[in-house]
């Protein structure tokens, strides 16, 4: 594999946690930079050079080729790893990934921003009202899956782990009680002793200039 | 491959799409069974037993095995065809799929089910004016793309083309005035000759007593 990455993120996102983690867990070195998107920076002219999608997290590799899109990242860079299983376990793997961007990450993740940075997107509370119900059920949902199994896929730790424990251990910053789904928080217990994994915010990566500004 | 598979789909889902075009560009025999969506049937026992997240479409193949979410039957069913390409563009596939479920079905394909199915899900024009913002952003982003290219990847026809076409070509029914994108109209144009490819509403599997209830 390549080796002097470069990682473009934000300290908060659960999307570049997904990649820092898998970084950090494959042993890879990155460097971080990260892009204001509380500024904006992920729309101005240089960025959406590498990624015309606006959106962090992005790798770039040392041959300039880009890498964007966090769960594709993850499954991409996890090829050949024991933390991608192969044939219907795989496609297990890509379907809760799937499942992560709809429902936890459009959902979940879009309530704790908008939680955490009220004045960036202002938003009324109907919006939270329905990310409530369909967050609620996305938990329930995986509290479910989670009764008989220690991981989500294979009975191991794997991409899917990582992929959704980005937004549902911080789903408390969206208001959701975590303590209401036990399996769920088992799991999380669970991956948080996992090598590599470390909690969203704590970036041991970030330059001193870069520490939360709000 | 396997054949005698049965797809769990309802007629006007653009996800359910994605899937029966896959499996006719394939050449894979396929039986439909509608799941009723407007009468939440996805959310019956029998039904969640084989999709726990109560989400067509599914594929049940003769070993009993279940295949779920759109985007990931679109990679796991198209490799080893020249539907998904290897190396980098395959994850470029996998980035524009991602992109889809975000941008795409996150929001030009609920804006459209809450058009056209007012009554199931009351929703306000606050959420309308949100995804409209969203949509026009994602339609933008895509028309630029295609501006240089005839398809979304490797210069030909992928699985990323099918997902995408999925909920853009029928954006109109979420009040997006397609015109207004020309690379992204021309892109539809060259989509829809390719083999395989129906409308989204034109189910030539349904069954007489599945034709639309509105």
């Given at each position: 594999m390549v080796s002097g990455l470069t990682l473009y993120d934000y300290w908060f996102s659960g999307n570049g946690w997904k990649v820092r983690t898998l970084l950090r867990r494959l042993g890879l070195p990155f460097t971080i930079q990260w892009v204001d998107i509380l500024r904006g920076e992920q729309h101005e002219p240089w960025f959406r050079a590498k990624n015309p999608v606006g959106q962090i997290p992005v790798i770039e590799d040392p041959s300039g080729r880009i890498w964007t899109e966090s769960n594709a990242i993850l499954e991409t860079w996890s090829e050949?790893?024991?933390?991608l299983p192969s044939g219907h376990q795989r496609h297990q793997v890509r379907a809760w990934l799937n499942f992560e961007q709809t429902?936890?990450?459009?959902?979940i993740s879009r309530a704790r921003f908008r939680r955490l940075f009220p004045t960036v997107i202002p938003t009324s509370e109907a919006f939270f009202t329905a990310w409530r119900a369909e967050g609620e059920r996305a938990l329930r949902t995986l509290d479910e899956h989670l009764e008989s199994v220690?991981?989500?896929?294979?009975g191991r730790f794997t991409v899917a782990d990582i992929g959704l424990y980005a937004y549902v251990h911080v789903a408390q910053d969206a208001d959701?009680?975590?303590?209401?789904?036990p399996a769920l928080t088992a799991w999380i217990r669970r991956v948080a002793r996992e090598d590599g994994v470390l909690p969203v915010a704590d970036n041991p990566e970030a330059p001193l200039a870069c520490t939360p500004r709000q």
């Open positions: 050949g790893t024991p933390l429902w936890i990450d459009g959902v220690e991981y989500m896929v294979a959701f009680q975590l303590t209401e789904y």
